[in-house]
């Protein structure tokens, strides 16, 4: 199998030849060290890993000294980022505002700017049909919270509903018109990337989750699965209380059943595994960031213990390979990987 037939393979279930492992992002610090020199394009072609996961490209406008506004109208801050976002410095619909009127007025960017996808349709004219491409995409929630503030859109849900709904619908019909492109364009699979929950439970009642965030959700299942292409769910958090419904909402893959929050991924394979197909998951909060090669090493021959039996795994970190991830403990991962995950496996 070449890389993407390998990670198709595990997306759907199956045994491929050897494990497969795609990042959902890898920091351009770290792909530095590793290949001085090369484009990510360059890296991504010629570095011993299976697949790219592409982010939308957002057209972002300067406003001051490491402030840019992106397409929403959100002023972000370069300076401080939250691993690969920059952050957001405030909403851009005050509390004092009346939201409802803001939104009769509010122009939403065009998701059909050819700008929105330039990164995934250079990706697709390099890789396509010999890595894996993934494209990454939002709906109900984050930007949403970008727009509103966090903790103003929580409280909308209970004081102004119909607003909540309102804004986060327009927000999907956004994603989901790049979703659609994505896949026409050849995308190998989707990942919605929605943050639900922190290390220690979620951020709001399942109940209220169903009836605010699910429902975009679900419609970006429904165009992926229209497609016959897999639909990856990646969260962060404590998933626990929902990993029933995100099953029965129909996702192919879960991404990165996250350590550290105590998402142990055994448990999960043993009981999601045979509807569910996994990616993850090395610790990259503690063990990858400040551990040695040797505590990674014995991290990943864990993890394939746990997850890869049976095929329907990729491993990767539990998160992203960021900047203050040693490049000797993700060759450790590697490495190890490469070592021990050829099918059948012999641990």
């Not at 509390?95 to 050819?114: I, N, V």
């Amino acid at each position: 199998m070449n890389s993407a037939e390998r990670v198709l393979t595990a997306l759907n279930g199956g045994i491929p030849d050897k494990i497969p492992m795609v990042e959902l992002a890898i920091d351009t610090a770290v792909m530095e060290k590793i290949m001085p020199g090369s484009t990510w394009l360059d890296f991504y072609e010629n570095f011993d890993i299976d697949g790219v996961t592409v982010f939308y490209d957002i057209d972002y406008e300067d406003v001051g000294a490491d402030l840019k506004r992106d397409y929403f109208g959100v002023v972000r801050n370069f300076k401080e980022m939250q691993g690969f976002f920059p952050t957001p410095i405030e909403p851009l619909i005050k509390p004092e505002m009346d939201a409802m009127e803001f939104l009769d007025t509010y122009k939403m960017p065009d998701p059909k700017d050819p700008k929105n996808l330039e990164s995934l349709r250079q990706a697709i004219e390099r890789l396509k049909g010999k890595k894996a491409v993934f494209f990454l995409m939002h709906s109900s929630l984050i930007y949403p919270i970008f727009i509103r503030g966090f903790e103003n859109y929580l409280m909308d849900y209970y004081l102004n509903s119909d607003f909540a709904k309102r804004l986060s619908e327009m927000v999907t019909d956004f994603f989901i018109e790049l979703e659609k492109q994505a896949i026409e364009m050849g995308a190998d699979a989707i990942v919605e990337a929605e943050d639900y929950a922190g290390n220690y439970g979620l951020w709001m009642s399942v109940d209220t989750l169903k009836e605010f965030v699910i429902p975009g959700l679900r419609r970006t299942i429904k165009v992926a699965k229209e497609s016959n292409i897999p639909f990856i769910k990646h969260c962060d958090g404590d998933l626990w209380p929902i990993l029933d419904l995100l099953r029965d909402e129909g996702i192919d893959c879960l991404n990165p059943v996250e350590p550290a929050a105590g998402m142990d991924i055994g448990l999960v394979k043993q009981k999601y595994g045979k509807e569910v197909s996994l990616w993850g998951n090395i610790d990259c909060a503690n063990l990858m960031t400040f551990g040695s090669p040797a505590d990674v090493e014995k991290a990943t021959i864990e993890c394939i213990k746990k997850a890869a039996h049976g095929g329907g795994h990729i491993l990767s970190s539990s998160n992203t390979i960021h900047s203050a991830v040693p490049v000797e403990n993700y060759m450790a991962m590697i490495n190890t990987t490469r070592k021990y995950g050829n099918y059948p496996l012999n641990l």
